[in-house]
C-alpha cells in the first residue's frame, strides 16, 4: 500500500526507515554508480533527507520498502534549484510546484516494479490534487524518461544537458483527475482506495497546515 510520511515520523517505523535507506543504497551507489554517501549504517542520506520532506512509500506487506520517492516544494531549498539551474535558465520557486527526487525501488520488488513506479506516480499525482497544486518538477536521467513513459506520464521537458546515457533533464508534469485516473490503472489501484490513503494521511488536517510542515 501506499504511505504518505514526513522525515521526522520515520523513527516510528524503524524497518520501513531501514530498508528505504538501504534500499537507496543499493540503488543509487551500487547499482547506478552515483556520488553519494553512505554512512555506517549502510543508508543513503543527503542534506535534503534532513529538511523534513514528505516520502511516498509503497509498504510491502510484510513492512518493508517497496518503493518510493522524496517530495519537497519549491519555496525550499531543492536539488533542482540548488544545483540545476543551468538546465532551468534560474529558479523555479512556487507554492504551487513541488519537486520530485529520489525515485527507487527495492531489489525485492521483482515482477511487481512496474506497478510499484506507476503507484509511486500515482502518490504524486494525488499530493498535487489533494494540495491543489499546479505541477511536478523533477530531475532525470535517460533512464527514468523511459520509465515515466512506459507508465503513460512522460514529463515535459525544460531542457536538458548531456548526451545519451550522459543526458539529464528537467522537467514537469500537470496534476489533474484524469490523469489520476489513468495512473490507477496501470498501478492496478482503484481511484478510491487510492485516495483512502491519502485521505488517511492527510484528509482531516487542513492543506495549508500540512505545506507549512513540509516547509
Keep these: 500500500m501506499l504511505t504518505y510520511i514526513y522525515a521526522d515520523e520515520l523513527a516510528k517505523d524503524t524497518k520501513l526507515e531501514h530498508s528505504m535507506f538501504q534500499d537507496r543504497a543499493w540503488q543509487f551507489k551500487e547499482r547506478l554508480n552515483w556520488d ?8 543513503e542520506r543527503d542534506e535534503y533527507d534532513r529538511m523534513n520532506p514528505l516520502y511516498v512509500i509503497w509498504k510491502t506487506v510484510d513492512g518493508l520498502h517497496g518503493g518510493s520517492m522524496r517530495v519537497m516544494p519549491t519555496t525550499a531549498p531543492c536539488l533542482v534549484n540548488d544545483h540545476f539551474t543551468d538546465i532551468t535558465g534560474g529558479p523555479i520557486t512556487s507554492p504551487l510546484i513541488w519537486e520530485s527526487t529520489r525515485f527507487c525501488l527495492s531489489p525485492r520488488a521483482g515482477r511487481d516494479a512496474g506497478r510499484i513506479s506507476a503507484a509511486l506516480m500515482l502518490a504524486a499525482c494525488e499530493i498535487g490534487v489533494g494540495f491543489g497544486l499546479k505541477h511536478g518538477i523533477g ?13 503513460g506520464w512522460p514529463p515535459d521537458v525544460l531542457g536538458a544537458s548531456g548526451e545519451g546515457r550522459e543526458r539529464i533533464a528537467v522537467g514537469t508534469w500537470d496534476f489533474s483527475e484524469a490523469i ?12 478510491q482506495l487510492s485516495r483512502l490513503w491519502f485521505n488517511r494521511r ?3 488536517v487542513p492543506q495549508e497546515v500540512e505545506m507549512a510542515q513540509a516547509v
Design 139 to 151: 530531475v532525470f536521467d535517460q533512464r527514468m524518461e523511459r520509465v515515466y513513459s512506459r507508465i
Design 202 to 204: 492527510f484528509g482531516a
Design 36 to 43: 553519494v554517501s553512505i554512512d555506517e549504517d549502510g543508508h
Design 180 to 191: 489520476r485516473h489513468k495512473l490507477c490503472l496501470r498501478a492496478g489501484v482503484s481511484p
